[in-house]
């Protein structure tokens, strides 16, 4: 079955460590996106990459970082920086940048 | 960028149809007008999307106003699976452009 999956489900770190979450697709999709959502509000992008080597910063980047090596994979690393990083991580796909996305089921982080 | 305007909250009864209205009255002529849904702690799904013709899929209908100022989704018959958190997003595919997720229409359905 093709997909997007995003692992863990569930994620605690404790205060000033650095964490990835990880997100692996097999649709053969060249985009890939990172979002955050708080509690009740809508979802706000944190990096994207339109292809593979490549990447760019969304609207809240500060304190998060990515990389993108493999076609498949787009790991985020929410480091120290990142002042409040609890938060439910989503990743998502297109098979190119501006068509439609496909999610996957979501990281939620609790940093203590 | 082109900005939509959704009420925050509806209500529906089980089986009958669900009207979703969005408005977007700065919307340009290349802008897609996407629909989205996210149920309880799950990642959004798509729903829709359409230009300016009504368009219809095995999960709802989109109906676009003349002026493509507004635009509704419309679920046929709703089920209690419907509740969820449902997007409208407008999409340019000019390089560059991003689906801007805002606060979406929570949908609660009733047996």
């Known amino acids: 079955d093709g997909g997007i999956t995003q692992s863990p489900k569930y994620l605690f770190r404790k205060e000033g460590q650095n964490v990835t979450l990880s997100c692996e697709q097999n649709?053969?999709?060249?985009?890939m996106y990172w979002y955050r959502q708080d509690p009740g509000q809508g979802l706000r992008l944190i990096y994207y990459s339109q292809i593979v080597n490549d990447f760019q910063k969304g609207d809240i980047a500060e304190g998060y970082s990515v990389s993108r090596e493999k076609k498949e994979s787009f790991p985020l690393t929410v480091t120290s920086a990142q002042k409040n990083p609890t938060a439910f991580y989503l990743c998502?796909?297109?098979?190119?940048?501006?068509?439609?996305?496909?999610f996957g089921p979501g990281t939620r982080l609790t940093v203590l | 960028d082109a900005k939509t305007t959704q009420p925050n909250s509806m209500e529906s009864n089980e089986e009958e149809p669900v009207h979703l209205p969005c408005n977007h009255s700065t919307i340009s002529g290349t802008d897609y007008i996407h629909w989205y849904r996210q149920l309880p702690s799950q990642g959004p799904e798509y729903v829709i999307h359409g230009l300016t013709s009504n368009v219809n899929n095995r999960m709802a209908s989109l109906a676009i106003a003349e002026d493509r100022k507004s635009s509704t989704l419309i679920l046929h018959r709703a089920t209690l699976r419907d509740a969820a958190v449902y997007y409208c997003i407008l999409l340019n595919n000019n390089a560059g452009n991003m689906l801007t997720f805002g606060g979406g229409t929570r949908l609660m359905v009733k047996p």
């Open positions: 649709l053969n999709h060249d985009a």
């Open positions: 998502a796909s297109s098979i190119s940048h501006g068509k439609k996305q496909f």
